[in-house]
């Protein structure tokens, strides 16, 4: 392997991968079969109108990214960001924060890989494999695919999601089709929102959860061809499509349960039990692409997270360990394995020693992971505004680089709030505390950092996505 300073391999994703990509790592059905009950026991019959104001929450942070992304395409994404705004000790407090956090979100989706693996195979063929070997089966295969090339994990990350989506729209067709008679606009429709603004606010922390990995394509940005013309774009139209798909299922699977809110709360899979009084024979249809939705967003998140551990390292705000690249492929593996592992040994310790089921496992991991994220999210939006009077004054523009983002900011408050407002059930009232501790780590840990490589500075964000250094 090289020692760590060398760029990954430039060109060879197009805008069109780098969507795929996105997608995939965001995975809708995963992301839908598990979370729409929360937002419906929370908003009501009018639950897509919480799944929209969500997309429009994203679009606000895509504009930021988009933003940073035309003008520093970077690895690093959010880390880079940050840092180049408010100096080196807040971007190495902001790698420690986001990675920890991936990480353990990325365990989520590793737990829910074995855990549907084994019910499909469980359903229909009658086969009882343990959900964990499983996961260690899929994390395996997504490790290696990642640390093959980044063209071929792009590639089946894309196939795996374009199969996915074929069979969503395949499933909601079918259930708006059986269910032609129901068909109203009432899950559009603002008075059908259970207790108003407090009903929204009680299911939109998920509903902002069912987003993340939006941001994948801005961490793909060394190895895309024209990175600030086609970033930015995927940002926008990656948020744009999920949205509306998310509104469509939503759609489809409120017609199918008549809009009766209350069978949906009651439902822990609301789209899988639609689809099975919809078209029983065709239930596989719904099972398959769960299978392909988990697998390609663990490919997505592996590719795209592990390479902000990468630049960290690259840049020195992480061990240089983590920086190098294989010489053949071009890859970040040790990234991409230690990120990977890490995930998956925290699944393991808490499936084998707590004994915890896999969809509890996914509940329990992706709150927590989210925690972290949502904040660097919001602190992000707050960067734009810095970054561009400190770099770019003469461009600085108030609507989008100061407007657009303070709103994000704002609104992103209400999901935080509702992640760590107390009075939440074990495990969930430790989480707040849990985030609270790790936030005073990587604090500490910029801190120190900055004091100790005065360097720093001039490192961080050294690396543009399309251009060569010259150190």
């Not at 104001?53 to 992304?69: D, H, I, K, R, W």
């Not at 196939?159 to 089709?177: D, K, P, W």
């Not at 461009?395 to 009075?423: N, Q, T």
Request: aromatic share 12%; net charge neutral; glycine share 10%.
């Amino acid at each position: 392997m090289n020692r760590a300073g060398g760029h990954l391999r430039r060109n060879c994703l197009g805008l069109s991968q780098i969507i795929a990509s996105t997608l995939a790592n965001i995975a809708p059905a995963m992301s839908f079969y598990f979370g729409f009950a929360v937002i419906v026991a929370g908003a009501g019959v009018g639950a897509p109108l919480t799944i929209l104001l969500a997309m429009t929450v994203m679009l606000f942070l895509s504009n930021t990214l988009a933003e940073f992304s035309r003008y520093r395409p970077s690895t690093g994404s959010f880390v880079t960001f940050i840092g180049m705004s408010f100096g080196p000790a807040a971007g190495a407090a902001a790698s420690i924060l986001v990675i920890v956090g991936y990480c353990i979100v990325t365990a989520s989706v590793v737990a829910i890989s074995g855990g549907w693996a084994h019910s499909t195979l469980l359903l229909f063929a009658g086969t009882n494999v343990p959900w964990q070997v499983l996961s260690i089966v899929a994390t395996a295969i997504a490790g290696f695919l990642v640390a093959w090339g980044i063209s071929v994990s792009t590639t089946w990350a894309a196939i795996f999601f374009y199969f996915e989506l074929l069979l969503l729209l395949a499933g909601a067709a079918i259930m708006l089709l059986v269910n032609h008679g129901a068909i109203s606009w009432a899950p559009l429709l603002p008075s059908s929102l259970s207790g108003g603004l407090a009903g929204v606010g009680a299911g939109f922390p998920l509903a902002i959860y069912l987003f993340i990995g939006w941001e994948n394509s801005a961490m793909l940005a060394e190895e895309t061809v024209d990175p600030r013309r086609n970033v930015p774009r995927a940002l926008i139209a990656g948020t744009l499509v999920i949205g509306l798909l998310y509104v469509l299922l939503a759609y489809s699977t409120e017609i199918a349960f008549h809009d009766n809110a209350a069978a949906i709360g009651r439902s822990a899979i609301p789209f899988v039990d639609a689809f099975r009084t919809s078209a029983t024979g065709v239930l596989l249809l719904a099972y398959l692409a769960g299978l392909t939705s988990i697998f390609s967003s663990l490919i997505g998140a592996v590719n795209s997270q592990a390479r902000i551990l990468f630049s960290s390292g690259r840049e020195g705000l992480l061990p240089a360990l983590f920086g190098k690249i294989h010489p053949r492929y071009r890859t970040p593996q040790v990234a991409t394995w230690t990120f990977v592992l890490c995930a998956l040994v925290m699944v393991l310790v808490f499936g084998y020693a707590y004994s915890i089921d896999p969809v509890t496992l996914f509940g329990e991991a992706g709150t927590l992971g989210a925690i972290p994220i949502i904040l660097i999210y919001l602190l992000t939006n707050l960067a734009l505004p810095v970054y561009m009077f400190k770099h770019h004054r003469t461009d600085f523009r108030a609507p989008k680089h100061l407007i657009v983002p303070l709103l994000g900011s704002i609104l992103m408050l209400f999901p935080l709030y509702g992640l760590v407002e107390p009075g939440q059930s074990y495990p969930f009232s430790l989480y707040p505390y849990w985030a609270l501790a790790l936030l005073l780590l990587s604090v500490a840990y910029g801190a120190l950092l900055a004091r100790s490589a005065p360097d720093l500075v001039g490192r961080l964000g050294s690396y543009v996505a399309d251009e060569e250094r010259t150190d």
